[in-house]
């Protein structure tokens, strides 16, 4: 996490890993662009910094350590094309459980 003013910061959430003492990975790291509105300091920033990395980690179905984007996006995106599928006059399955 990088902090380079009051209003954004900058999240890595894949790279070295210092555990392991390596980069598990064959692409560059782009970091998300963290804004906070209105009058927030950095506790606040890295509070969401904390959960969104959190959120990188969360794919149990992954050999990854952990992956670019939170499970959230991940998923929806691969949920997605799957909702275009179900035709018109059907109604899609609500629960979660059916696009794992």
């Given at each position: ?42 506790t ?18 992954s ?38």
């Amino acid at each position: 996490m990088c902090f380079l003013n009051g209003a954004a910061q900058y999240l890595y959430t894949t790279g070295f890993v210092e555990d392991w003492g390596t980069y598990p990975g064959p692409h560059i790291p782009s970091p998300y662009r963290v804004v906070i509105a209105g009058d927030r300091d950095h506790t606040d920033a890295r509070r969401v910094c904390e959960e969104t990395l959190g959120l990188t980690k969360m794919n149990w179905n992954s050999a990854m350590i952990g992956g670019r984007n939170p499970i959230t996006l991940e998923m929806a995106s691969k949920v997605g094309p799957i909702m275009a599928e179900v035709p018109e006059e059907q109604r899609p399955e609500m629960s979660f459980r059916y696009y794992m």
